[in-house]
């Protein structure tokens, strides 16, 4: 006896089934995978901006740190009070090294500090450009003066 197959047979009907799950499978693991890319990038990208942040406060901080530095110098030579102040240059040893500090702490940095003798009241202003063009300032004001001190 031979076996009869006949068109309604399960066999065949079975067959297309197959390839069309086949073919949804390979969507839905490229659309799994183009997700997958689309989280990665987005995870690149947070990187990314969180380095530059990073980077910009750290500078921030350094800056800080050069503006007290400099205040505390000033009070240590509360005498030569007129030696650090200047935009590019200053006559007091301590300002000149402080001046170079701050070219190699922060970036195209520069520095202006404007000392007033008769009430000692002192302002220190830093400048940094940051690779991208950005220029940054921070600005701090003090008195440095006997009357000041307790």
């Not at 200053?90 to 970036?107: D, F, H, N, Y």
Request: hydrophobic letters at 40%; a positive charge.
């Amino acid at each position: 006896m031979r076996a009869h197959y006949s068109a309604h047979s399960p066999k065949r009907h079975d067959a297309p089934r197959r390839m069309g799950s086949r073919g949804i499978a390979l969507i839905e693991v490229l659309v799994a995978l183009l997700i997958f890319l689309f989280g990665i990038l987005g995870f690149i990208g947070l990187q990314t901006a969180l380095t530059k942040v990073q980077t910009e406060t750290d500078l921030r901080a350094t800056a800080a740190y050069l503006a007290n530095e400099v205040v505390g110098r000033m009070w240590a030579e509360m005498s030569n009070l007129n030696g650090y102040a200047g935009t590019t240059s200053c006559s007091a040893t301590g300002c000149t090294e402080w001046r170079s500090k701050v070219a190699q702490l922060l970036p195209s940095g520069a520095a202006t500090i404007t000392a007033d003798t008769t009430t000692g009241n002192v302002s220190v202003q830093l400048r940094w450009t940051l690779p991208g063009g950005i220029t940054h300032k921070f600005e701090t004001q003090s008195n440095v003066s006997a009357k000041a001190a307790f």
